[in-house]
């Protein structure tokens, strides 16, 4: 089946109605709809609506509470630790981002550990929430381990990403949304899927040498930390991994390393025994601008920033783009053109449409 | 001169006299002197007493308040800026720290962005100073600019580094320093000093190719960001840099970017003309692990987390580290066997001796 393009509010009613059909309420449902479709809305294929078919997996292998009793269960006045009572992470991390925000208005910050969650989507959109309010964004979770600590031979660390968005005045918001690996798994997908070569130093092999094999991370390699190799500071990409995994996992009271829980369409369902904590974590941040100085002074002086940063001089042909200026521009184009799904997410959606006995828009 | 090694205690009685004959108070004095001959036992050179002279050179030039007033100007339950006055980093920032381990304790955790400051030594030892509390420490700072944006070719950024110190219980903390460079320019100077190739990756030259001239820098040239290319993800260290500028010179209303001022050491002690904020600044976190949940269960599972970490199988002839673990072999070994100091640094020392007109340990 060829590529094909969808409106995103064909993807959003398709969405929600497989939500629904999997017993969410007509509110989470459009939640986590809103979360997974912006990932394609912003470009990044890997984490929207190619992921529907991994949730509907763990809710048939009832690793998914789709009525989640989501709640606090330790807290101060600018921090706390909630349990997602394996609801989707979508829910759940808009959930706990709502609350940093709310402490953040009480106390000029809030901080929130999960555990008892699972996937959740894109970091960079949950970091977002924080900017209608004049507020900083962070969010980080780990995932199952896929990447080796420099000179490790074991997979110990996941993607593991950072996500910190900070509001400006008349220039769009700053949001930085990183993987903590060299590269992230979905780019890694799509060599696999083309049979094309890695580019040396995103992976090593069984016996921790540099690779080009695509697949290396399922046969005994792994996906190196950002940095490639030790001479290039991969033990950095290592710490910044490290850090939040202990912050998500740790911190939370959830698993960690290698005992994070695999996504279902990550290749492996099972997980390593016994578990060490409750199930995937996340953490999340939110600091009011003006627990710091005034935030109309401040967002002015990041209009600035973004101007000096974007009009440096730059390799010809090239320029500097400003932390989620893809995404913009990916975000832009699809609302105006549509969003691509390849044949094979057309086809896990059609046969997630006759499963769940819904209508498809994907038919063949 | 050749490289001669001394003991932590006759560094400090050196730098305590050097810091009160600019006219430090006997505390303040302590305190600096603390944070800099740590960096030498730490094994971080760049970053100790060769730093000194640094530092005199900024008072002498009258840019460095040696009874500075330092202030909270800014403040909520959990969040506050404060005013260095021009005082020295290394005391402002144990300042700084210390009012955001207050805000901790008091509403669980605690976050200060500073202006008006300057050079403050290891970040690492100042995150640190929340593990006795059972709190994690976080501290960054931006630097005067040397590291070019992927494609820039203008510096930017500075080294940017990110500190987390995380206690455990029986094992020892985890504690991350890194700068957001490939490379810090510390090592450069090394390679600069020996005449030394650099290896590709850690800096571009003025066109913005890859170079292996450790002078580049200086020379149109740039540090690359974490990741060294945009193929091996040099975006995402751009990223990371870039928000430690932000919350570290935009949040604090110090100066950000190419207008963060220069350590006297480091070549140019001119500054970006009009200044468009309050001298240096950085930015410090601590969160009260029982924030999250129970202490003592936490340090428990940061010590499965890093024998986990620490036993995984690994490259034959290497092992995996643990954060913080180069430097406390660096501290027990140079404890027990001093502290080495090349024959400039020893030379640099014993020239603020004389121009102070104090007993120097230095004299050749």
């Not at 986590?32 to 509907?56: E, F, K």
């Not at 969010?139 to 996941?158: F, R």
């Not at 974590?281 to 009011?288: L, P, S, T, W």
């Amino acid at each position: 089946m060829k590529e094909r393009k969808f409106s995103a509010a064909q993807l959003q009613d398709f969405c929600e109605t497989v939500f629904k059909a999997i017993g969410c309420s007509e509110s989470d449902a459009k939640v986590a709809t809103n979360v997974l479709v912006s990932a394609d809305l912003r470009g990044i294929d890997s984490h929207g609506v190619a992921r529907l078919a991994g949730y509907v997996k763990q809710w048939e292998m009832k690793k998914l509470n789709t009525t989640p009793d989501i709640r606090i269960v330790h807290e101060t006045p600018s921090t706390g630790t909630i349990d997602g009572d394996r609801g989707l992470g979508l829910i759940v991390a808009q959930n706990a981002m709502s609350v940093a925000i709310q402490k953040a208005q009480n106390v000029g910050s809030g901080w929130v550990a999960v555990h008892n969650s699972g996937h959740f989507g894109i970091a960079g959109y949950h970091a977002m929430m924080a900017l209608p309010h004049d507020m900083i964004g962070i969010c980080l979770t780990h995932a199952s381990s896929l990447s080796a600590p420099t000179y490790s031979l074991e997979k110990l660390l996941g993607t593991n990403p950072i996500a910190v968005a900070i509001p400006a005045d008349k220039e769009a918001p700053f949001v930085a949304d990183l993987a903590t690996t060299t590269a992230a798994y979905g780019k890694l997908q799509i060599l696999q899927r083309k049979e094309q070569e890695a580019p040396l130093g995103w992976v090593q092999d069984s016996e921790g040498n540099p690779s080009t094999n695509p697949h290396a991370p399922k046969e005994g390699g792994a996906l190196t930390p950002l940095g490639s190799d030790d001479l290039h500071g991969s033990y950095k990409g290592y710490c910044l991994g490290a850090t939040v995994d202990i912050l998500s996992g740790v911190l939370s009271g959830a698993n960690f390393g290698p005992w994070v829980p695999p996504f279902a369409t990550a290749g492996s369902t099972s997980e390593r025994q016994p578990p060490v904590g409750l199930g995937t974590g996340h953490f999340f941040g939110a600091m009011r601008i003006d627990g710091f100085r005034p935030a109309e002074a401040f967002k002015k002086d990041m209009d600035l920033w973004i101007q000096t940063f974007r009009n440096a001089k730059a390799v010809p042909g090239k320029r500097v783009l400003i932390p989620g200026e893809p995404e913009r521009m990916a975000e832009a184009e699809r609302t105006e053109n549509g969003i691509p799904l390849i044949g094979k997410v057309q086809e896990d959606l059609h046969g997630l449409a006759q499963q769940l006995n819904i209508a498809s828009i994907f038919a063949s």
